[in-house]
């Protein structure tokens, strides 16, 4: 991933949060002016006790569906990161396994190997 492409994830996230915050806070404004009688046809109009609960649950309901469409917004641009992260580290870790198996199998020697090694040492000592 280059480096344009990860500021144009940033960027697309930034610019989304900033729609699902904006859209939130202008339905919560929209909801405040009906619940205060600010939006209201009649003068003296006052919501019900019922209305005004409702209202508010509405409220918390589109402020928390504009979070999770920031949570997803940032889940999306983030897989890809997360996936390229995941894959160096899965390089890294089978480069390391070889080089550890390579090296394990170059100092391990097999018992012909070995009595030969020590015959060639007494040879030399009574040579």
């Known amino acids: 991933m280059t480096a344009s492409t990860t500021q144009e994830h940033i960027t697309r996230a930034a610019r989304t949060g900033q729609e699902a915050i904006s859209t939130a806070l202008r339905g919560w404004g929209e909801t405040a002016q009906t619940v205060l009688g600010l939006g209201a046809t009649r003068e003296g ?10 209202t508010w649950f509405d409220i918390a309901d589109e402020a928390l569906n504009a979070q999770r469409e920031f949570a997803k917004a940032l889940l999306t641009i983030g897989t890809p990161l997360v996936d390229a992260v995941s894959r160096t580290a899965t390089r ?7 080089a550890t198996n390579g090296a394990t199998e170059a100092t391990t020697e097999t ?3 070995s009595s030969r090694a020590a015959r060639s040492s007494a040879s030399r000592k009574d040579g």
């Open 92 to 98: 890294t870790i089978e480069a390391t396994q070889q």
């Open 45 to 54: 109009d006052v919501p019900s006790p019922d209305r005004l609960i409702d």
């Open 111 to 113: 018992p012909q190997e």
